[in-house]
Nanobody, 119 residues
Framework: QVQLVESGGGLVQAGGSLRLSCAAS????????MGWYRQAPGKQRELVAT???????NYADSVKGRFTISRDNAKNTVYLQMNSLKPEDTAVYYC?????????????WGQGTQVTVSS
């Protein structure tokens, strides 16, 4: 059984910063792409950023230049550094990972962490 556990969400003023972390645990042979998605009230879940096992990154246009995704493969952990936060960044942020475990390759999701940016 693989679990993704997120941490680091909270309440911050506009212009502030937060750092999210997501650690994968369980029987893990390999992790391919890891990423962050978010869902605001009344909206669909959307991609924020992804990072491949080799370190290639991809960002939504709305966060380019403000957010940075990184990962520590030795710790099976992905991070999201969020700077210059805006009220429109308010959402539940979900971690995602493509994991090779005992049952083969599966997409796993974390439980979500709330990020609230006040104006």
């Amino acid at each position: 059984q693989v679990q993704l556990v997120e941490s680091g969400g909270g309440l911050v003023q506009a212009g502030g910063s937060l750092r999210l972390s997501c650690a994968a645990s369980g029987t893990i042979f390999s992790i391919n792409t890891m990423g962050w998605y978010r869902q605001a009230p009344g909206k669909q879940r959307e991609l924020v950023a992804t990072i491949s096992s080799g370190g290639n990154t991809n960002y939504a246009d709305s966060v380019k230049g403000r957010f940075t995704i990184s990962r520590d493969n030795a710790k099976n952990t992905v991070y999201l550094q969020m700077n210059s936060l805006k009220p429109e960044d308010t959402a539940v942020y979900y971690c995602n990972a493509e994991v090779w475990g005992t049952s083969g390759w599966f997409d796993y999701w974390g439980q979500g962490t709330q990020v609230t940016v006040s104006s």
